[in-house]
């Protein structure tokens, strides 16, 4: 699947992150050097990628008071599952909450997001590009990193398949104490 599209993702810190990144380099090479380990928020579920003619400015405008007044979140992955019955292997994370709500004002800042291929569900890619073996799927499936973590700010990708992803804007989510 060819993807051209503005994706709004929450990048994981410290630990986390680096554990994540050892995953997608043992699993999947292409996505640990596609972008950082992070949580999608838009683009996969629950909305579309905003076009890649939206101005960065136009975005920045529009997102700067939503994340401006959004705390820190607190977050903690599930088992690790297929996602949608696919071959992609994810770490969710519980769809409610500040998350929910940091979406829905994600997808209501007025910007031209495209249609959702699925509900909003939002997780960490482990694996996308590879066909995986069944040794590597069992693998990925027993994966489990219950710890709670901070998302502390928001970046958005030009994502341009093949080619690697853009860090296009990185806003800090500034309201207030981390909130679970």
Request: aromatic letters at 6%.
């Given at each position: 699947?060819?993807?051209?599209?503005?994706?709004?993702l929450a990048e994981l810190p410290?630990?986390?992150?680096?554990?994540?990144?050892?995953?997608?380099?043992?699993?999947?090479?292409?996505?640990?050097?596609?972008?950082?380990?992070?949580?999608?928020?838009?683009?996969?579920?629950?909305?579309?990628?905003?076009?890649?003619?939206?101005?960065?400015?136009?975005?920045?405008?529009?997102?700067?008071?939503?994340?401006?007044?959004?705390?820190?979140?607190?977050?903690?992955?599930?088992?690790?599952?297929?996602?949608?019955?696919?071959?992609?292997?994810?770490?969710?994370?519980?769809?409610?909450?500040?998350?929910?709500?940091?979406?829905?004002?994600?997808?209501?800042?007025?910007?031209?997001?495209?249609?959702?291929?699925?509900?909003?569900?939002?997780?960490?890619?482990?694996?996308?590009?590879?066909?995986?073996d069944p040794q590597s799927i069992?693998?990925?499936?027993?994966?489990?990193?219950p710890e709670p973590f901070v998302?502390?700010?928001?970046?958005?990708?030009?994502?341009?398949?093949?080619?690697?992803?853009?860090?296009?804007?990185?806003?800090?989510?500034?309201?207030?104490?981390?909130?679970?």
């Amino acid at each position: 699947m060819q993807l051209n599209g503005i994706f709004i993702l929450a990048e994981l810190p410290g630990d986390i992150g680096e554990r994540v990144r050892a995953l997608n380099e043992r699993y999947d090479l292409k996505l640990a050097r596609y972008k950082p380990p992070h949580i999608t928020l838009t683009g996969s579920s629950g909305a579309g990628p905003i076009p890649p003619s939206t101005d960065v400015e136009e975005m920045r405008e529009k997102l700067e008071p939503i994340a401006a007044d959004t705390a820190p979140i607190t977050l903690s992955f599930r088992p690790a599952q297929r996602f949608m019955q696919t071959d992609i292997i994810v770490l969710p994370i519980d769809p409610h909450g500040p998350i929910r709500v940091l979406h829905d004002r994600l997808v209501r800042s007025g910007l031209p997001f495209t249609r959702a291929r699925y509900t909003f569900s939002p997780h960490c890619t482990l694996s996308l590009y590879p066909s995986l073996d069944p040794q590597s799927i069992r693998e990925l499936l027993s994966t489990r990193m219950p710890e709670p973590f901070v998302i502390s700010a928001i970046q958005l990708y030009h994502t341009r398949d093949p080619q690697p992803s853009r860090k296009l804007l990185e806003l800090s989510l500034a309201g207030g104490t981390a909130k679970a």
